[in-house]
């Protein structure tokens, strides 16, 4: 079912057993999300996610260290603001979330439309 029960620890059918004892042992407003998401969709054993800093991205480095080797690379001492907007981005981009590829796409296109002009970006 999911990866944090040992499928070998369990049968189906007790798998199955368990999940439908929790859902009968729920409050009726908790049970509105189950029927909601669908209960043979709802999977009460799944493992929780990691914590945001301990995420890594594909090359791996967490949302911290992507920062530092950025502001670094930058040789900006900037303010706390221009810093904490990057660590947004980071930890977005750490989350894989789809938003920040086209982000990171259209800045590609718009540093060379601005190198097509003469202009410096």
């Not at 209960?39 to 260290?65: K, L, M, V």
Request: charged share 30%; glycine share 4%; net charge negative.
């Amino acid at each position: 079912m999911t990866d944090s029960i040992d499928p070998g620890e369990f049968t189906p059918e007790e798998l199955a057993e368990r999940k439908l004892y929790m859902y009968e042992k729920m409050s009726p407003r908790r049970r509105t999300f189950v029927d909601r998401v669908g209960f043979e969709n709802w999977d009460p054993f799944a493992a929780p996610f990691d914590p945001i800093d301990i995420r890594r991205d594909r090359a791996g480095f967490t949302s911290d260290q992507l920062t530092q080797l950025f502001m670094r690379h930058c040789g900006k001492n900037a303010n706390q603001e221009y810093t904490d907007a990057v660590n947004e981005f980071n930890v977005m981009l750490v989350m894989n979330f789809e938003k920040v590829r086209p982000v990171f796409e259209y800045c590609l296109w718009y540093a060379e439309h601005l190198k097509k002009h003469g202009i410096k970006p």
